[in-house]
C-alpha cells in the first residue's frame, strides 16, 4: 500500500524535517537534485543537451541544484531563470550562486524557444502552487510544451495542483516526472496523471517521524497488496466454509447483470451463489451459471436468512416491484450488503441514511443523483465528494470513475488499475459481484470493496493485453479474475 498527498500535506513533511528534527532545506534540496540528476543521468547519453527552467520558489532550486549535478558530471547543462532575483527564495538564490560559481551557464529565457536542448528540466512551480498561472509564466510553460525537447519535471509538472490534479490555467506536459519524497494525489488523479508521464518517486532521506507526523488519508494498492489482502483458504473446508452470497439482481428484460454479478462472486471465491430474480429468468441463469442457486422475489425472507452477503440492484429496473424489493433489503438484511445500479436510485428514493454494513457503488451519473452535484462538479472534485457522500449515507461509497475512489468517511482509496476498456456494459455488474463475492468470504465491508475495485481493475489490465482496450467485454473481466489471483497467489508462495 503506499499513501498518496497533497501538496499541503508534503509541506507539512518538509517543514518537520527541517524545523523540528533540524535538517537543513539544502541538503534535502541537494539529495532531491541528486536524485533527479541520477534519473538523467542513466536515461540519456553525454551528448544530451540539458537546459533547466527554474522558477524563484525552492522548485527553482531543485532545477538549479540538477543542472549543476548533471554539469560537473559532464553533461552538457545550463540554467533560465524565470521571475524576480529579488523574490528567489534563500535556498534557490545559494543554489544559483554554487551554479554560477561552478561555471554552468545562465541563459535568457529566450532559449527555450530556439530549439537548442535536447532535454528541459522543468522547475518552475512546485507543489505550493495555489493560483492560475498568467503571464510570463503561462507563455513560458507553452515554449517548454512546444520546444521539442523531452521533458523531465521536478515533483510536479509546473501548473498541475498537487492536491486535486487540476489543471492552474496551463501546465507543462512532461514525459517523466521525479517527485520528492512522497507521491502527489495530483499526479495519480486526472488530469494530472496525464500531464506527469512516467512518475518516479525518488527518496530523498525524509525522516521517517516527518512522514508519521502527517499520515495521509489517501493510498492506493499495489500487487504484493492482493495475497496478503485475500480470504485465507484451508486445506479442510467445504462449500459453506466460503460463503452464501445472494445476488439480487436481473428484472425481465435485464437478465444478464445478474449472469455477470453471479458469475463474478463466484470466480472471486465464492462458496454459493443464490440469484433471485424474475421467475421468467430461471432458464437462463441456469443455462448461464449452472453452479448458482434460484430463488424468485416471493423467497426473499428466506433468502436473506440463507445470505451471509447480499448484492442487489443489477439490471433490476425501476418499477414498483424493484422499489419495494430494495426497501425490503433495506430495512431487513442481516448481513453485508451491496447496491448497485438501479438499486443506487431506488435507494435515493427510501433513504439517505444506511450504515457501515452497506455498500453504495455508483457510476458518475449515478453519484449525481445520489448527492445533488452536477457531473461537472464531480468531475471536478472526485475525492471530496466520494468523502463527503459516505459521511453523508453513513456507508461505503464506491464513486466508480476514472480512478475509482473508495470511501468510507474517514479515509480514501485510490484506485490505479484499470483502463478505458472497461468502459462497457457490465463492467459495475461485474465489481458488484466481485465485492459481494469477498464479503460472503467474511472481509469486512471496506476491505472487501478496496479489494474488489484493485482486481477489477486488474482482470481489466490482464485481459486488454490479449483483446485490446476496444474488444474487452465485461464478460472477459470474469476471466481475468483468475489470472490476476492466480499470479499473486503464486508470487506470494
Avoid at 536524485?35 to 532545477?63: H, I, P, Q, S
Wanted: net charge negative.
Amino acid at each position: 500500500m503506499r499513501y498518496l498527498y497533497t501538496g499541503a500535506d508534503a509541506k507539512i513533511i518538509d517543514d518537520h524535517a527541517t524545523r523540528i528534527v533540524g535538517m537543513p532545506s539544502l541538503v534535502l534540496m541537494e539529495r532531491a537534485a541528486m536524485t533527479a540528476a541520477k534519473v538523467m543521468m542513466e536515461r540519456e547519453n553525454k551528448d544530451t543537451r540539458f537546459l533547466a527552467v527554474c522558477g524563484t520558489g525552492n522548485n527553482g532550486g531543485d532545477g538549479v541544484a540538477t543542472a549543476r549535478i548533471l554539469h560537473e558530471m559532464g553533461y552538457k547543462s545550463a540554467i533560465t531563470i524565470v521571475g524576480y532575483p529579488d523574490s528567489m527564495s534563500p535556498e534557490t538564490r545559494k543554489q544559483t550562486e554554487i551554479a554560477v560559481s561552478s561555471h554552468v551557464p545562465v541563459i535568457p529565457m529566450s532559449a527555450v524557444r530556439d530549439s537548442e536542448f535536447d532535454v528541459i528540466i522543468d522547475g518552475l512551480f512546485g507543489v505550493g502552487l495555489s493560483r492560475d498561472i498568467t503571464d510570463v509564466y503561462e507563455q513560458m510553460i507553452d515554449d517548454i510544451n512546444e520546444s521539442g525537447a523531452f521533458i523531465y519535471s521536478l515533483d510536479i509538472p509546473s501548473g498541475i495542483n498537487a492536491g486535486t490534479g487540476e489543471v492552474m490555467g496551463t501546465a507543462v506536459r512532461a514525459g517523466t516526472t521525479v517527485t520528492f519524497g512522497v507521491n502527489k494525489l495530483g499526479l495519480i488523479l486526472h488530469p494530472g496523471c496525464e500531464y506527469a508521464g512516467e512518475v518516479i518517486v525518488a527518496d530523498i532521506g525524509f525522516p521517517g517521524d516527518s512522514i508519521k507526523a502527517n499520515q495521509s488519508p489517501y493510498y492506493h494498492y499495489e500487487p504484493e497488496d492482493i495475497a496478503e489482502r485475500l480470504p485465507k483458504r484451508h486445506a479442510r473446508s467445504h462449500k459453506g466454509d466460503f460463503g452464501h452470497v445472494l445476488v439480487a439482481a436481473g428484472s425481465e428484460t435485464m437478465c444478464g447483470a445478474a449472469v455477470l454479478a453471479a458469475n463474478a462472486a463466484f470466480r472471486i471465491g465464492a462458496g454459493m451463489v443464490k440469484v433471485l430474480s424474475s421467475p421468467l429468468n430461471r432458464d437462463i441463469i441456469f443455462n448461464s451459471v449452472p453452479e448458482a442457486l434460484f430463488a424468485t422475489t416471493d423467497e426473499l425472507p428466506e433468502a436473506l436468512d440463507w445470505a451471509d452477503a447480499i448484492v442487489i440492484g443489477p439490471g433490476l429496473g425501476l418499477s414498483d416491484e424493484a422499489l419495494e424489493l430494495v426497501r425490503y433489503v433495506i430495512d431487513n438484511s442481516p448481513v453485508p450488503t451491496v447496491i448497485d445500479g438501479d438499486g443506487i436510485r431506488l435507494c435515493r428514493n427510501i433513504t439517505m441514511k444506511l450504515s457501515d454494513n452497506f455498500i453504495l457503488t455508483p457510476h458518475r451519473k449515478e453519484m449525481s443523483y445520489l448527492t445533488g452535484h452536477t457531473m461537472e462538479e464531480l468531475k471536478k472534485s472526485p475525492v471530496s465528494t466520494a468523502f463527503d457522500a459516505a459521511m453523508d449515507t453513513k456507508s461505503i461509497v464506491v464513486a466508480k470513475d476514472f480512478r475509482t475512489i473508495v470511501s468510507d468517511g474517514n479515509t480514501c482509496y485510490i484506485n490505479v488499475s484499470g483502463n478505458n476498456g472497461m468502459s462497457t456494459a457490465g463492467s459495475g455488474d461485474v465489481l458488484a459481484g466481485m465485492i459481494g463475492g469477498l464479503l460472503g468470504q467474511g472481509m469486512e465491508p471496506f476491505d472487501a470493496a478496496r479489494l474488489a475495485v484493485y482486481i477489477h481493475g486488474l482482470s481489466g489490465d490482464v485481459m486488454a493485453e490479449k483483446v485490446s482496450n476496444y474488444s474487452l467485454m465485461a464478460s472477459d473481466l470474469i476471466d481475468g479474475i483468475g489470472e490476476v489471483i492466480r499470479e499473486a497467489t503464486q508470487n506470494a508462495i
